[in-house]
């Protein structure tokens, strides 16, 4: 089975920048494509980054410019760099793989719930 282990969550002020890492097992990467979904307190999931297995990637419009999502195929891990935090982007932070779940166009049709797998999560909180 697959299995996905994140990390780097941590308590940043706003305007701070975090780093959140998956480590994924269990496949390769060039079979699945990735990606970083939160929840927030009271809301629903919502995906904020995707990532094929040729690294394009596709963002959700609240984190254009500030973050940036890529993949270590030799180490297979994903990451999720986050620059210029505010406290909007509170959540648990999750990474997830699909077959098919490829850009961020494709998990706002279809839903992130679609994902096959999901990481623990790592909780990332973000103060003024």
């Known amino acids: 089975q697959v299995q996905l282990v994140e990390s780097g969550g941590d308590s940043v002020q706003a305007g701070g920048s975090l780093r959140l890492s998956c480590v994924a097992s269990g496949y390769t990467s060039s079979d699945y494509c990735m990606g970083w979904i939160r929840q927030a307190p009271g809301k629903e999931r919502e995906g904020v980054a995707a990532?094929?297995?040729?690294?394009?990637?596709s963002y959700a419009e609240p984190v254009k410019g500030r973050f940036t999502i890529s993949q270590d195929n030799l180490q297979n891990t994903l990451y999720l760099q986050m620059d210029s935090l505010t406290p909007e982007d509170t959540a648990m932070y999750y990474c997830?793989?699909?077959?098919?779940?490829?850009?961020?166009?494709?998990?706002?049709?279809?839903?992130?719930?679609?994902?096959?797998?999901w990481g623990q999560g790592t909780q990332v909180t973000v103060s003024s």
């Open positions: 990532i094929d297995a040729d690294g394009r990637a």
């Open positions: 997830a793989a699909d077959e098919i779940l490829c850009t961020m166009a494709a998990v706002q049709a279809l839903g992130v719930m679609g994902y096959n797998y």
